[in-house]
T-cell receptor, first 114, second 112 residues
Framework: DAGVTQSPTHLIKTRGQQVTLRCSPK?????VSWYQQALGQGPQFIFQ???????QRGNFPDRFSGHQFPNYSSELNVNALLLGDSALYLC?????????????FGPGTRLLVL | QKEVEQDPGPLSVPEGAIVSLNCTYS??????FMWYRQYSRKGPELLMY????GNKEDGRFTAQVDKSSKYISLFIRDSQPSDSATYLC????????????FGKGITLSVRP
């Protein structure tokens, strides 16, 4: 059973560019959350998608947007990249209606903005 | 003040030592508490998950939650070099499926 997968593994962009990161949830999962983890920090919640809608959002600007597809996979888009957007971007998946369900994380996409 | 504070590191212990990792929090709405382990260049992996106050044991790991003090701990007994990783506490008010608020993480090194 494949766990959460993310692509690409690494990415280098320049300031002002746009980037799209992709996530495939663990089999059977229908909820996808995105987190940003800066170097030496804990992950910070960006947003969560369920039934193709953004259900919950953290304290991130509108430059961060997302999408969930009918097969539950998800994309994270970041526009007008800033140097401070350099981080590990983590995707986590879970099953919404399972009591006590926790989130399973993928390996992340490491983004470097120059 | 951050919602979740985690003891600063790094922490280095000899093999076989008992390790105590701690977090404090300010949001009394937090009800679900987790500990994740993150190896270098990997995503976090769930270690322990507890609801409300109390203790939970799983092999060499014990998680404790004291909601009255807003304090959680993870104990690792008989620590092994393979336990060397970053440990993150995380918590949420409304089920582990929703937004997780993490501590900063502490890097543990277990010396053979």
């Amino acid at each position: 059973d494949a766990g959460v997968t993310q692509s690409p593994t690494h990415l280098i962009k320049t300031r002002g560019q746009q980037v799209t990161l992709r996530c495939s949830p663990k089999s059977g999962h229908d909820t996808v959350s995105w987190y940003q983890q800066a170097l030496g920090q804990g992950p910070q919640f960006i947003f969560q998608y369920y039934e193709e809608e953004e259900r919950q959002r953290g304290n991130f600007p509108d430059r961060f947007s997302g999408h969930q597809f009918p097969n539950y996979s998800s994309e994270l888009n970041v526009n007008a990249l800033l140097l401070g957007d350099s981080a590990l971007y983590l995707c986590a998946s879970s099953f919404d209606r399972r009591i006590g369900e926790t989130q399973y994380f993928g390996p992340g996409t490491r983004l470097l903005v120059l | 003040q951050k919602e979740v504070e985690q003891d600063p590191g790094p922490l280095s212990v000899p093999e076989g030592a008992i390790v105590s990792l701690n977090c404090t929090y300010s949001n009394s709405a937090f009800q679900y508490f987790m500990w994740y382990r993150q190896y270098s260049r990997k995503g976090p992996e769930l270690l322990m998950y507890t609801y409300s106050s109390g203790n939970k044991e799983d092999g060499r790991f014990t998680a404790q939650v004291d909601k009255s003090s807003k304090y959680i701990s993870l104990f690792i007994r008989d620590s092994q070099p393979s336990d060397s990783a970053t440990y993150l506490c995380a918590m949420t008010p409304s089920g582990a499926n929703s937004k997780l608020t993490f501590g900063k993480g502490i890097t543990l090194s277990v010396r053979p």
